[in-house]
């Protein structure tokens, strides 16, 4: 798909690190201008580095999405520089693992705050670009949407949420000619994987290296998916060739869900 995404501007949140900067990177290798979000400038500054040796260098944005206020300010920033969006890719949002009794509740708060309540504005601030171009929404959430794990209550909860809500907005979709979709990543070789691990590790006592090769022993899986894996699957949903796909989750996790779905 050389060139695929020429003249187009694609939002991703948590565009700095991981999976959506890795997502920024392969759009601007397609001709897209990017817009990258994330609250530290550090980050920030590398990914420009990264995406720019790609393509077109991105706006960089540095706000807070946890607050309606932060989004806002990521919204007029695109509105300011492009007053245009093609595609928005919602991979903001880092929750806590560990034992429920030990979870405080300022943890599920702000886990729902970056990863569901983010996505929902960020939704509703561009959706009328979106929809002038005939756009896609991109929702990047996890398999523990639908595989609950004790150690892992408040991701599986946001993640699920996550999921009712891109499909109830796919229909709003199917009206208005703009594609949502959600992408549920397994274990996925990130800094992101290994900050879970280290908390897993501290709730159970075990070593980080015997839980990495329990999850790949457990789940009978290959490897662990990289954050390149998650991006080819993007792509393919915001080209042509994945235009009738609408109101999807697709699992990319090797295997490792167990279920029919």
Known sequence: MPGEFEGEVVVVTGGSRGI??????DFAR???QTAIISSSEAHLADAVKIIGAAGLAPLAITTDLRTL??????FEAVKAEFNRCDVLVNSAGATRAGNFVELPDNAWMDGYALKFFACVRMCRL?????????????????V??????ADFTIGGSVNAAMGNFSKGLSQQGKKDDVNVNVIHPGATETER????IEM???????????????????????RLATAQDISALALFLCSEKGRHIQGTAI?????????YY
């Open 20 to 25: 959506g900067r890795e997502i920024a990177v």
């Open 30 to 32: 397609q001709g897209a």
């Open 69 to 74: 206020e932060g989004c806002q300010k990521a």
């Open 126 to 142: 561009f959706w009328p670009m979106l929809a002038a171009a005939h756009g896609n929404v991109i929702n990047i959430s996890g």
């Open 144 to 149: 523990a949407a639908h595989s609950p794990g």
């Open 193 to 196: 994987f290994y900050q879970l």
């Open 200 to 222: 897993r590790s501290k709730a159970s006592g075990k070593p980080v290296e015997q839980l990495k090769q329990e999850a790949l022993m457990k789940d009978g899986i290959r």
């Open 251 to 259: 699992a990319v996790d090797g295997g490792a869900t167990v279920g």
